[in-house]
């Protein structure tokens, strides 16, 4: 069907540039995750304990900032071309990679054969109604890789409290006007334009696929006596468990609230089940070869602690930030906590480490951290291995609560400052996302697990779609985890990822965990878990040619510099260390030289010698920031409340 085109709209509101810029100045900070170690790890075993500190690539700390609610699309639809009409500028190096996966690319922006074509969003639209992005909504938005069937699926619909709207808003992008730190990354990094959800749904269980590549095992709790209910007998509680075997262990569909959180159902004001995870995680696995990790997130220091008196409760409700638009949202989000789901991972008292030391290792934060925890490990030097970074729900991207503005206020916020560290040099970031909030994308992965849930989901139709019923068959028979499911944004930021690169691998929520798996030679989850199909990340990086830079970006997106690191790394055999190369995009300038390739710089030290060049197997990191698909949680409570 053609595209009806929408008549121009107004682009008033009340949010001026000083508001939308300066709004944000209390970002949260990044994540880490460390597996268990003794209280001071040597130096090589920074990222992991005794006997862990050998690595199958140069990357010694990985840090994932994971996002919320964004498809591909929605940021990157015209990706390197933005308008220049409004907000920071945006001008792509010259050679910049052509065959990049957007839309305009695919020649849908003008013509689309959704109902409504895509429109890009302003900055001054930047706080938008969410978007539908439950399991089977989806699917059929997808509608077998036609991609057009997004507005009578997921869009939202009329919403109120000041949030953007306009018919077909679904279809909507922004550019890098407004989301110019992403683009500055991707002119100096890798971008991966084939990366997907493990599965169809939101953000619980793009979370958990992001630490275990696993939905399937969960099991009813109810809150108050925390009692299972693994028959589901008498009430079945069917947002919680999905598709239950005879024992009531089924899969995590929706976004039920973690069992082993004191913060779980609004600090137990409510009275949802609860969930519990029965099965394995990254973070056991990490444990298992004592590597230094941690689960860090915006609002987990509770504003009332524990007392510790049995049967009661710390709460995270008096912690609140106000958004870009000065709609205030509490900082901590449970069922975005994803090893809080599983008890030998969880932190349930939402105890703080005795220490910055213990930080990563065993303790009474059982690797579970606020922010601000990460912030005091990597002043410290004290990073560990893994380091999962959650922002705030005002800072996270997830629309409704959250916005692109004050997402970037986080991104930079931890990015500049783990570019400013010692760490820096063997550290690897990953931008990642939950989920797409519903938001179109044109890309489609056909679905290598099927699923045959043919109960009626929330719009009316099996919760399967035709296209996730004629896959292969369940992996482990478990249903409901049809997928890849939709697409999202992937960033690959290191002094070892390729520059200015585009990487097409097919890549998935999973790949991440293949990646910890894989460099800290931890074993599969098994049982079904997606980290055995995964593509990994190693098509991101050069390890034959590091670029050695620092990019670091002003608050507005643009850049501020780029520099050479403070050392010097290896060059391949016979071939002479060049001088760098990464695209200029942003107002803010640069210093140093900037194009594409994968040359790597010539480092110098802070003397303006040159430094003496390191092993190929010198300790880095990565670090992983993401978001993905959160079905708006008040939205969610309000459906169900009387589940």
């Given at each position: 069907m053609s595209t009806t085109g929408r008549t121009s709209r107004s682009r008033g509101g009340s949010r001026g540039r000083a508001a939308r810029w300066g709004a944000c100045a209390g970002a949260a900070a990044l994540v880490l995750l460390g597996g268990t170690a003794p209280a001071r790890a040597d130096s090589a075993g920074q990222g992991g304990g005794s006997g862990s500190?050998?690595?199958?690539?140069?990357?010694?700390?990985?840090?994932?900032?994971?996002?919320?609610?964004?498809?591909?699309?929605?940021?990157?639809?015209?990706?390197?071309?933005?308008?220049?009409?409004?907000?920071?500028?945006?001008?792509?190096?010259?050679n910049t990679p052509k065959n990049i996966d957007t839309a305009a690319h695919a020649g849908l922006v003008a013509k689309n054969p959704n109902q409504y074509a895509p429109q890009?969003?302003?900055?001054?639209?930047?706080?938008?109604?969410?978007?539908?992005?439950?399991?089977?909504?989806?699917?059929?938005?997808?509608?077998?890789?036609?991609?057009?069937?997004?507005?009578?699926?997921?869009?939202?619909?009329?919403?109120?409290?000041?949030?953007?709207?306009?018919?077909?808003?679904?279809?909507?992008?922004?550019?890098?006007?407004?989301?110019?730190?992403?683009?500055?990354?991707?002119?100096?990094?890798?971008?991966?334009?084939?990366?997907y959800s493990s599965n169809y749904g939101p953000s619980t269980p793009g979370a958990l696929n992001l630490v275990s590549g696993q939905t399937h095992g969960v099991v009813s709790v109810d809150p108050a006596s925390g009692t299972e209910h693994p028959k589901q007998t008498a009430t079945p509680d069917?947002?919680?468990?999905?598709?239950?075997?005879?024992?009531?262990?089924?899969?995590?569909?929706?976004?039920?609230?973690?069992?082993?959180?004191?913060?779980?159902?609004?600090?137990?004001?409510?009275?949802?089940?609860?969930?519990?995870?029965?099965?394995?995680?990254?973070?056991?696995?990490?444990?298992?070869?004592?590597?230094?990790?941690?689960?860090?997130?915006?609002?987990?220091?509770?504003?009332?602690?524990?007392?510790?008196?049995?049967?009661?409760?710390?709460?995270?409700?008096?912690?609140?930030?106000?958004?870009?638009?000065?709609?205030?949202?509490?900082?901590?989000?449970?069922?975005?906590?994803?090893?809080?789901?599983?008890?030998?991972?969880?932190?349930?008292?939402?105890?703080?480490?005795?220490?910055?030391?213990?930080?990563?290792?065993?303790?009474?934060?059982?690797?579970?951290?606020?922010?601000?925890?990460?912030?005091?490990?990597?002043?410290?030097?004290?990073?560990?291995?893994?380091?999962?970074?959650?922002?705030?729900?005002?800072?996270?991207?997830?629309?409704?609560?959250?916005?692109?503005?004050?997402?970037?206020?986080?991104?930079?916020?931890?990015?500049n400052a783990i570019q400013s560290s010692a760490d820096w040099k063997d550290t690897a970031i990953v931008v990642a996302y939950d989920d797409s909030d519903g938001w179109y994308d044109h890309a489609y992965a056909v679905p290598s697990n099927g699923s045959k849930d043919t109960t009626v989901g929330s719009n009316n139709k099996a919760a399967d779609s035709p296209a996730c019923q004629a896959a292969p068959a369940a992996a482990q028979g478990y249903d409901d985890r049809c997928g890849p499911g939709t697409r999202q944004p992937l960033l690959v930021i290191s002094p070892y990822s390729k520059v200015n690169s585009v990487d097409h691998t097919q890549t998935e929520q999973a790949s991440i965990t293949k990646f910890i798996e894989d460099n800290w030679k931890t074993g599969r989850i098994g049982d079904g878990s997606f980290d055995s199909r995964a593509n990994t990340l190693t098509n991101a990086f050069d390890f034959k040619h590091p670029n050695n830079e620092q990019v670091l970006l002003n608050t507005n997106g643009s850049v501020k510099s780029v520099k050479p690191i403070s050392s010097t790394h290896p060059t391949s055999p016979g071939k002479p260390t060049q001088p760098g190369h990464g695209g200029t995009g942003g107002s803010g300038g640069t210093s140093g030289t900037t194009g594409g390739g994968n040359a790597p710089s010539t480092q110098l030290a802070a003397t303006g010698s040159p430094s003496p060049a390191l092993p190929l197997g010198i300790t880095a990191g990565v670090l992983v920031v993401g978001g993905g698909a959160l079905y708006y949680a008040r939205r969610h409570r309000a459906s169900r409340s009387a589940a």
């Open positions: 500190s050998s690595t199958t690539t140069p990357i010694k700390h990985l840090v994932v900032l994971f996002d919320e609610n964004v498809s591909f699309d929605h940021y990157f639809a015209t990706y390197p071309k933005a308008a220049n009409t409004d907000g920071t500028t945006f001008t792509a190096a010259k890009r969003l302003s900055p001054d639209e930047a706080v938008t109604c969410d978007q539908n992005h439950s399991y089977g909504p989806e699917q059929y938005a997808a509608n077998g890789g036609k991609a057009d069937q997004y507005v009578q699926n997921t869009d939202s619909g009329k919403c109120s409290g000041g949030l953007y709207y306009q018919p077909g808003l679904v279809m909507d992008y922004y550019d890098g006007n407004t989301v110019t730190g992403l683009w500055n990354y991707a002119q100096h990094y890798s971008l991966g334009d084939n990366s069917s947002y919680t468990v999905v598709s239950p075997d005879a024992q009531g262990v089924g899969t995590v569909a929706n976004d039920p609230d973690p069992a082993y959180d004191d913060c779980s159902d609004n600090s137990h004001t409510s009275t949802n089940a609860l969930a519990k995870m029965t099965g394995k995680n990254v973070g056991d696995l990490l444990n298992s070869k004592n590597v230094t990790w941690g689960w860090f997130q915006g609002g987990f220091r509770p504003s009332t602690a524990w007392d510790g008196k049995q049967g009661d409760y710390a709460s995270c409700q008096g912690d609140t930030h106000a958004n870009v638009a000065g709609t205030s949202s509490v900082d901590y989000s449970a069922h975005h906590s994803p090893f809080q789901y599983y008890a030998s991972t969880s932190n349930p008292h939402h105890l703080p480490p005795k220490n910055t030391a213990e930080i990563g290792h065993d303790g009474q934060a059982n690797h579970n951290y606020d922010l601000t925890d990460f912030d005091s490990a990597l002043k410290a030097g004290d990073l560990p291995a893994v380091s999962f970074l959650k922002a705030a729900e005002y800072q996270d991207g997830h629309a409704a609560y959250s916005d692109p503005t004050d997402e970037q206020n986080f991104l930079i916020k931890e990015i």
